[in-house]
């Protein structure tokens, strides 16, 4: 048990953990309006989030964060408002769009691979043959 100041209201409360940011009263009113919206989107897969703030009165904001952090899915909703922070697009979860989350996968793995330039074939390529041809004529002749 440790004092602290619930994040959301301020007031001072007993944490019995210590990932509790909130207080009796606000752990509750966050729980009831997650569980509405999530029987809200249920009820209405295809909703607006104007819709959904408007008929949950839950705001915006805290929509975003059950959203990013993957605590409420919001596949099917429309026009969530999420925007992928490399290129802007439309997003239902996370913080990038598939593309983007791929590309930096990639200059991930490039980054750490430290992939080795590949070797062209065709630029040099006749004079590594005259080098075998000759290397192969001057053992013969030994
Ligand atoms: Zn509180
Ligand atoms: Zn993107």
């Known amino acids: ?84 922070e490399g290129c802007g697009e439309a997003i239902t979860n996370g913080r990038f769009c598939a593309q983007c989350a791929a590309r930096l996968q990639d200059d991930a793995k490039r980054l750490l691979g430290g992939q080795k330039p590949q070797s062209r074939p065709g630029a040099g390529g006749k004079a590594g043959f005259h080098v075998a041809d000759s290397i192969v004529r001057r053992r013969r002749r030994h």
């Not at 904001?61 to 990013?68: G, I, N, P, Q, T």
């Open 1 to 84: 048990m440790a004092l602290r100041n619930c994040a959301n209201c301020g007031k001072l409360f007993n944490a019995p953990t210590a990932t509790m940011k909130l207080c009796m009263e606000c752990e509750r009113e966050d729980q009831k309006q997650f569980d509405q919206v999530k029987e809200y989107i249920k009820e209405h897969p295809t909703a607006t989030v104007i819709e959904i703030t408007k008929e949950t009165g839950v705001e915006r904001k805290r929509l975003y964060e059950w959203v990013r952090s993957g605590r409420l899915d919001v596949a099917g909703v429309k026009d969530l408002g999420l925007r992928c």
